[in-house]
Structure formats: structure tokens, C-alpha cells
């Protein structure tokens, strides 16, 4: 029976896996205990793991169903062979980028809350990386519940927002989408600022993207105003894991309870990653009495 190592990566979320070789399937049992870890710490990190695109996919299905990439800027799949997974990447062929996201700042997310069933989970290998720069950061939106001011909580619980679609984390215009110049009318999903995970129980905090976001009923300025303490307080030190990438790397998160974003890097530099997302459901507003009582 497979075994592995567990060595936490920081006092808020993250751990190393170590003992794993991903390029095989797991045994039920080693999944199970993959899977207490993984809820245990959010973000889970497989050094060493160069897999294949079909041994990548497989190892993903063994966590749940795929859900296919976000809407692409450019129109066609990066990945042809393998559509399912996105490359995440600034190198070019000439003017056609040959991945998404570019080498600049990709701001604090959580993975395309802006449809009604986000994904559950998102994985990232590593397969060139630049010498400096490029790191990723993720924040743990179970503490960032957990130690939120009073105040705070009882003007968030049973607030919906609007998560806008217009744009992505690299700040670039979605394929058909039009400039929103008034938040209160981008598209996107409407989801509970305080949600129950469906696994844990836990309640977190539901953020998506800052840009265009903006709670239902409230005067513009107020929204603001909120969203703003909101995110200050969710993406505090603290609360944060940096990953430094290594070739090879693999990472496994939660996107149903972390905030993550990206460093930009030198342009002259490669960067080249895989990434594939599971499929979610319908986020589960927490009861307001319940929420305040936690």
C-alpha cells in the first residue's frame, strides 16, 4: 500500500506530499487519506511529478469530474490534443501566444466564480519556469472567515455579489464580452459572500475577483466600501502560502476555501504550466444565525 509524507508549508494553509509517484493510479484507501489531507490543508504540493497530459488528466479524474477550461481570449484551445487542460503560459509563436495569462501581475482569485457551478478544485504542473518571479500565493478563506471583525460579519451574512465575467486575473477582455463601466451591471453569477463547504462544513468566505464585483442592495459606495475591508482582510500575511516553482512541481487546491494569484516576471523569460480544474457545484449560502454564532 502507498504511503506518504506530510510536512506543512506554512502556519496557515499548505503541505508537501512526499512518497507519491502521481504517474500511477492510487489505491482507494491512499486516495482517502490524500483526501483528509487535502481538506485538512487546502493546497496540497507533489514535488518531482513531471506527468504526461493523459497521466496529468487521469490523476485529475481520480478527484472528480472535469470541467473544461474557462472561455479562452484568443478563441481555440492552446492544448488541441488534450482540451481539457489549460496551458498557462507567455511564450509565443510569433504573435500567437501559445498560453494564457502572459508574464504579467494575475491579480488575487478564486477560479471563475462568475458561473453558477465553479470548480471544486484546480491543479497546476510546472513545466518550464522562469528564474525569478512568477510566484504563487494562496490565502486560506476558512481563517479569513474565522478571525473577521464582528462588525464585519454582520454586514456580510446573507449578502449575495456579483461576480463579473467581463474580464480574467490577467485584467484581459473575455472573447464577446463588452467594457463594464457600472458594477452593478456586469455579468456574472450572484453568490453568497459566506458559504458552508459542502465537504468540511466549514464556512468561508466567497470573494471570486474584486474588479466589477458588487453586493446586491447596497448603495454603490457602500459596496465598495465593504468589499474593500473584505479583501484586506482575506489577503493579509498571515493568511498567506508563497509557492516558489520548481519544474516539477505539482499543485492541488481547494477553490472552494482559498484566494490564490501570481507575480509577474521577466518577459525574456519561459514559463510554461498545465492546469486542470474539477468540476463543482452551486456554492451554499451559510445561515445568517449560524454564521454569526460561529
Known sequence: MPTFRLTPLSPSLAADVEGLDLTRPLDADTLARLREA?????????????????????????????????????????NPAHPEINVI????????????LGDGEAVWHQDMTYVDA???????????????????FWSNLYLAWDTLPADLRRE?????????????????????????????????????????????????????????AYVLGLPLPDSDALLDALWAHATRPSLVFRQQWRVGDLL?????????????????????????????????LAGVGEALAA
Open 156 to 212: 456580510v451574512c446573507g449578502r449575495v455579489a456579483i461576480h463579473d465575467s467581463t474580464y480574467n486575473s490577467a485584467g484581459m477582455m473575455r472573447r464577446g464580452m463588452k467594457p463594464v463601466t457600472d458594477p452593478r451591471e456586469a455579468p456574472g453569477a450572484r453568490h453568497p459572500l459566506v458559504v458552508v463547504h459542502p465537504e468540511t462544513g466549514r464556512q468561508a468566505l466567497l470573494l471570486g475577483r474584486r474588479r466589477n
Open 38 to 78: 487535502w481538506q485538512a490543508h487546502l493546497v496540497l504540493r507533489f514535488r518531482g511529478q513531471v506527468l504526461s497530459d493523459p497521466q496529468l488528466l487521469a490523476f485529475s479524474r481520480e478527484l472528480g469530474e472535469l470541467d473544461p477550461p474557462g472561455p479562452n481570449p484568443y478563441g481555440a484551445p492552446f
Open 118 to 136: 465553479p470548480p471544486m478544485a484546480s491543479m497546476l504542473m510546472a513545466l518550464e519556469v522562469p528564474p525569478e518571479g512568477g510566484d504563487t
Open 252 to 284: 492541488l487546491w481547494d477553490n472552494r476555501a482559498t484566494l490564490h494569484r501570481r507575480d509577474a516576471f521577466d518577459p525574456a523569460s519561459r514559463r510554461r504550466m498545465h492546469r486542470t480544474q474539477i468540476r463543482g457545484a452551486v456554492p451554499v
Open 89 to 100: 503560459s507567455n511564450l509565443r509563436d510569433g504573435d500567437r501566444p501559445l498560453g494564457n
